[in-house]
């Protein structure tokens, strides 16, 4: 992590994700609140680091909605608030965001939209640009790290003065990059706010007052419009017949493929992308000959260019995707543009593409397939496998977080993965629309975050199905965040944790156990008898994270010491790989071996030998029978 509060006028190399977190604090942070999401965390991260050392507040609420409505509560008390979310995380926030809009703002906020082309941790590519639109969500998109910081202290200060909240999109390859940013002063500081709303009725959207808050946006979002130009800026030859209009990450992937194919051309790069800078965008058409649109993802821009070159420029001949020039899906690269620009202009490629890829095609032959694999010792792989044995028949509706590969053999028990907190909303619908035993599987913050109300939904409706709740005591995917359910907060204090089990009983559940998934028999002794019983049931999985025990067992100075599989016991029947499938096993053709230096030590495997050759050695550790990570 780079330094986040190095002094002023300062040189650091930052990630994106810091980037926004600094530009936030030169902003006047108060207040920021998250839910974590890739390509997103690292700026929450980045921030319960500085809000610790700087006395301001920042917390991982229960999900974005929440995250959004807490920072919304901030900035109607005067304060400077952000909360940032992953693309599909706005889908959870966006209920709250597009009212915002028309309520406005006392204070300040900044809402950060991480979206993820190409789905390189996510369910699907959509394009949250149109949510700006939707919403009526002034919209900037930087470009590199630098832009990330100044964009998100810009949009503070726009938002402070505009009364509404502005949005900072970016697409993974500016959150994940990382460069060198001049810092600014931090003004953020602890702050105390008074809810005042300026009038009675300001935060009261209803019918009528509803109404003339939006034709009130309007004129806002037309305000803005006359400033959008102001974050555009336009290079190349004067002359040069092609224009290329483009945006975000885009603007770097153009200036590569311009500079290594030699094309003239005019490059039109827009800072705020909602409200457009329709006088800006006009004039350019109108310099230039061809119009190329570089975006990734949806033809946003591309479509609303068309609608300006209308006016501005009717005859001008416009390409980009919607004319088969530039793909509408998967992001970007330096060659796609290159690509691109040569379907477009008969631009030769200084690249041989065609050769890249039959080198990287015969290089990949060579290489072992490495799909994505639980981690060794992980409690999920002892669930998966308990499950696997107990109810083999069953539907499993899975969901999002580390287990969702429990999809892979040889356990295959998710059947779906859909969208946060849908295992058991859809587990309502399969288990009222069949007969089949339905399985849901969620983890512990998952279930925070969007399980509660479908449980609640089962129960009531009278639902026949089991919940599976694989509370690792994190949220891991993302990087061990705090959650409702831990007893610290995201800065690290003690806090108040939710009882999983006292929760799920209240809610109604006919069947409650909380098991150690590590411990095999018991557990899969609970999935029968839920299967078995009526109406609702839940089994907690209740083992944290093997990345927090051997972290916490290496601070503790205790050494890993792996177990082995004794050759003399072993009669090489592969049940261990093929129903447990530890990435430490190793299958050496006629015997198994484990391979110590990815075994954690952690014993959960000696109990599936049948022929109880896997052993302990020397200062080996037994996890479940030494009460760790539980
Ligand atoms: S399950 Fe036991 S006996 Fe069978 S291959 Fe694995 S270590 Fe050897
Ligand atoms: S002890 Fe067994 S289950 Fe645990 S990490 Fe090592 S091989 Fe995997």
Not at 214 to 232: P, T, V
Not at 533 to 553: D, H, Y
Request: hydrophobic share 40%; net charge neutral; charged share 20%.
């Amino acid at each position: 992590m780079g330094d986040l509060l190095a002094p002023p006028n300062t040189l650091e190399v930052l990630l994106g994700n810091e980037a926004i977190a600094r530009g936030a604090l030169e902003g006047g942070l108060n207040v920021a609140a998250a839910y974590p999401g890739t390509p997103s965390t690292e700026i929450g991260e980045a921030l319960s680091v500085a809000a610790k050392k700087l006395g301001i507040y920042f917390e991982w609420s229960s999900n974005e909605k929440v995250a959004a409505e807490v920072a919304i509560g901030a900035a109607w008390s005067g304060l400077r608030s952000m909360t940032m979310m992953k693309h599909v995380g706005f889908n959870v926030a966006a209920d709250a965001i597009f009212t915002l809009t028309y309520a406005g703002l006392t204070g300040a906020m900044v809402i950060v939209s991480a979206d993820d082309p190409h789905c390189h941790s996510s369910q699907n590519e959509q394009d949250n640009r149109h949510y700006s639109e939707a919403a009526g969500l002034p919209m900037l998109e930087p470009s590199n790290v630098q832009e990330a910081k100044d964009f998100t202290k810009e949009a503070m200060e726009l938002s402070y003065r505009y009364k509404i909240p502005f949005m900072i999109r970016t697409t993974t390859r500016v959150n994940h990059q990382r460069g060198p940013v001049k810092l600014g002063e931090i003004t953020a500081k602890p702050s105390v706010g008074t809810f005042e709303p300026p009038e009675p009725d300001r935060y009261l959207q209803v019918g009528a007052i509803a109404r003339k808050h939006h034709i009130e946006l309007l004129k806002k979002l037309r305000d803005i419009q006359e400033i959008s130009g102001n974050y555009a800026r336009i290079e190349g030859p004067q002359d040069a017949e092609i224009g290329i209009v483009t945006s975000g990450v885009s603007y770097a992937h153009v200036k590569d493929a311009l500079r290594l194919s030699g094309l003239e051309a005019r490059v039109l790069k827009l800072g705020m992308t909602f409200p457009l800078p329709e006088r800006t965008i006009g004039d350019f058409l109108r310099s230039v000959n061809t119009a190329f649109i570089v975006e990734e993802l949806d033809p946003f821009l591309e479509l609303r260019i068309r609608a300006i070159a209308k006016d501005h420029a009717p005859d001008l001949e416009i390409l980009g995707k919607l004319t088969g020039h530039m793909p509408q899906f998967h992001e970007y690269t330096v060659r796609t543009v290159l690509e691109g620009l040569s379907k477009a202009f008969g631009v030769k490629s200084p690249i041989d593409f065609a050769e890249i890829d039959r080198r990287s095609l015969s290089i990949a032959s060579k290489v072992p397939p490495r799909p994505p694999i639980l981690c060794p010792a992980c409690p999920h792989r002892s669930a998966g496998y308990a499950l696997r044995r107990a109810a083999g028949r069953a539907v499993f509706m899975g969901d999002i977080g580390c287990y969702a590969l429990l999809f892979q053999p040889p356990f295959k028990v998710e059947h779906v993965t859909h969208a946060m907190g849908s295992s058991i909303g859809i587990a309502n619908g399969v288990s009222l629309s069949t007969h089949q035993d339905v399985i849901a599987l969620i983890g512990d913050s998952t279930f925070f975050h969007a399980g509660i109300p479908a449980l609640i939904n089962a129960v009531h409706n009278r639902r026949k199905m089991t919940v599976v709740i694989m509370d690792n005591r994190t949220t891991a995917m993302t990087g061990h965040q705090s959650h409702p359910g831990v007893p610290y907060d995201a800065i690290g204090r003690e806090a108040p944790s939710v009882d999983l089990e006292a929760l799920v009983k209240a809610i109604g559940a006919n069947y409650v156990k909380v098991v150690d998934p590590f411990d095999h028999k018991e557990t899969e002794k609970a999935f029968r008898e839920a299967l078995k019983s009526e109406g609702v049931s839940v089994v907690i999985t209740r083992r944290e994270c093997a990345l927090l025990t051997v972290r916490n067992l290496r601070a503790q100075g205790r050494r890993i010491i792996p177990y082995k599989v004794n050759p003399e016991r072993c009669t090489y029947c592969r049940v261990c790989i093929n129903t447990f499938a530890c990435p430490a096993f190793i299958d050496k053709g006629s015997s198994v071996e484990i391979d110590p230096a990815v075994c954690f030590g952690c014993g959960a495997c000696v109990q599936i030998c049948p022929y109880e050759a896997i052993e302990p050695q020397d200062g080996s550790l037994n996890w479940k029978e030494e009460g760790l990570g539980v």
